[in-house]
């Protein structure tokens, strides 16, 4: 089994002590192959907003940098945590970067096979942090969360005995998530995603190639699976008024 984590701290702190903590659970509960990736010191460049990657391939993307490779490390894994500190109740500047580099993933999922653990920490608003890293890897499987508190002062025992006791779940979920890995039937609220990217896709061929080519093929899911016919049918009626919508709204062909 193999899990990689995503550190968007500037530097080393309480969210490493804590991902650190996960890796010991891991550990106890069989051999787990753990790695960091830590974005401070990783060449991930600044997105510039060019839409390449999500119009015509991320592929095309202009920045040369180690972004590639990180993705090989992503798809290679099993688990991936993603953790950041909570700034201005929203993630660190290194996180967002990473999740608009990977922005490509949430038009064309591929990491269904990734089960996926966020972990934010710091003061308040950590329930919005967690909120913005789960929209960044396109396709996978969020098992668990973490939101821990934490402060420049000492806390109580009960306090870490209780933090202690969050880490050991979480763990457990990620593992056991891991280990009983198959791809599940979709949700209505994913079907729905599927279906208006699918419309969109084939509305707007010219505007985005890549979209299209990825959707042209698939007819009921992202993958291969059993969809139920009826969520499958109400996915088709919420995701034609969507894109109804947005076309009355900006005004396109």
């Known amino acids: 089994m193999k899990v990689i984590a995503i550190m968007g701290s500037p530097h080393k702190g309480k969210g490493f002590e804590i991902v650190r903590k996960i890796e010991g659970e891991l550990s106890r509960l069989d051999s787990v192959?753990?790695?960091?990736?830590?974005?401070?010191?990783?060449?991930?460049?600044?997105?510039?907003g060019c839409f390449a990657c999500i119009g015509k391939g991320e592929q095309l993307c202009p920045l040369k940098d180690d972004k590639n490779s990180i993705e090989a490390e992503i798809l290679s894994a099993d688990g991936v945590i993603l953790s950041t500190p909570g700034y201005a109740m929203n993630v660190s500047a290194l996180m967002k970067n990473f999740i608009d580099r990977f922005a490509h993933s949430l038009h064309r999922p591929?990491?269904?096979?990734?089960?996926l653990m966020l972990?934010?920490?710091?003061?308040?608003?950590?329930?919005?942090?967690?909120?913005?890293?789960?929209?960044?890897?396109?396709?996978?499987?969020k098992v668990c969360e973490l939101k821990i508190t934490t402060t420049p002062w000492e806390t109580t025992k009960?306090?870490?005995?209780?933090?202690?006791?969050?880490?050991?779940?979480?763990a457990d979920r990620l593992y056991r998530s891991m280990k009983n890995k198959?791809?599940?039937?979709?949700?209505?609220?994913?079907?729905?995603?599927?279906?208006?990217f699918k419309k969109m896709a084939s509305l707007f061929e010219q505007n985005l190639p890549a979209d299209y080519e990825y959707y042209r093929t698939k007819t009921n899911y992202f993958y291969p699976t059993r969809v139920n016919p009826i969520k499958n049918g109400v996915a088709g009626i919420i995701a034609?008024?969507?894109?109804?919508?947005?076309?009355?709204?900006?005004?396109?062909?």
């Not at 934010?120 to 996978?140: D, E, H, I, Q």
């Not at 202690?164 to 779940?169: G, H, M, T, V």
């Not at 599940?184 to 279906?195: K, V, Y």
Request: hydrophobic share 40%; aromatic share 10%; charged share 25%.
């Open 33 to 48: 192959e753990f790695s960091y990736v830590f974005l401070k010191d990783a060449d991930l460049k600044l997105c510039r």
């Open 110 to 115: 591929k990491f269904f096979n990734q089960s």
């Open 119 to 141: 972990v934010a920490n710091g003061g308040s608003g950590l329930s919005k942090v967690n909120a913005s890293m789960g929209m960044t890897l396109g396709g996978s499987n």
């Open 158 to 170: 009960s306090y870490e005995e209780r933090v202690q006791n969050d880490i050991e779940k979480a």
């Open 182 to 196: 198959k791809l599940a039937s979709p949700s209505l609220g994913n079907l729905i995603w599927f279906r208006m």
């Open 240 to 253: 034609n008024m969507g894109v109804a919508t947005m076309k009355k709204q900006v005004e396109f062909k």
